[in-house]
Structures are given as C-alpha cells and as structure tokens.
C-alpha cells in the first residue's frame, strides 16, 4: 500500500503531512524546527521511513506567475540532497498560497497568532499533498 509524505520546507520550519491510508485526503502530521542543511535532510528522512512513505511530495514556492523566486533555488538545492538521502520518490508539487490558506484556516478557528506559527507548516503540507493527491485521484477517473 502507497503512503505519501509532504513536507512543505522553509527556512525555519518545515510541516510535514501524511496521506490517509486510501490515498484520498492529507493529515497535518508534525512541525519540524530546523537545524542545519545536513542534519535537516537526515532528520526528513528518518520521518519518511517512520511513516513508512512510498513517496515524498515537497512543496516548490514559485513566483505568482510560475517563475522561479530565490526560495525555488534554495528549496530545489534541499529537495535534491532529501532525494540522495532516501530509496524513494521525491516530486515536487506547486505550493503557491498553500500557506496563506493555512493561516486563513486558523484564523477562522480562533487560534491566536502564537499558537498559529506551531501549525501552520503541517497544515501548509497538507494543503500540498491534497493538492498532489487531488491530481493524482483526477487521472485515476
């Protein structure tokens, strides 16, 4: 049975989700609180192989327009070490607005602005990975 991970990666913080047990819907899972580019990878790793993941989606920010920002370049140069870091796919999926949402989300359920910077990332993974898996049930029709 497959099990998709995402990880929306920033530079302080990266959110991390898993899929249901279908494949139909993502979870918000955990924040992770960076370290360093190395220990960071090996650390992202070891949470794939604990969830037990056939894949990885990671969040790629990209410009309004599509075009490759500055955090493209850093977040592609981390997404390609995660990938000599593990024996599974890594793909990458479009995360445009992904975290503005999750923040609109909480907002909307009260939760005060100190609270919000724990969740946002995980549920910003979320957003990703819905978004992935919603692609990959579309071609599944």
Sequence with gaps: MERYVAF???DKRIGVAISDPFNTYALPS??????GFAEDVKAL????????ASVIVCGLPVNFDGSEALQTEKTQRFINALKEAV?????CEDERFTTKMAHETLI????????RKNYV???AAANIL??????LNKKGD
Excluded: C, W
């Design 8 to 10: 929306d990666i920033g």
């Design 30 to 35: 955990q924040t992770y609180f960076r370290k």
């Design 45 to 52: 790793a070891a949470i794939a192989k604990e969830k037990s």
């Design 87 to 91: 024996n599974v796919p890594v793909v």
């Design 108 to 115: 909307s359920e009260g939760m005060r602005r100190e609270k």
């Design 121 to 123: 990332d995980a549920l």
């Design 130 to 135: 819905d978004g992935y898996l919603a692609k």
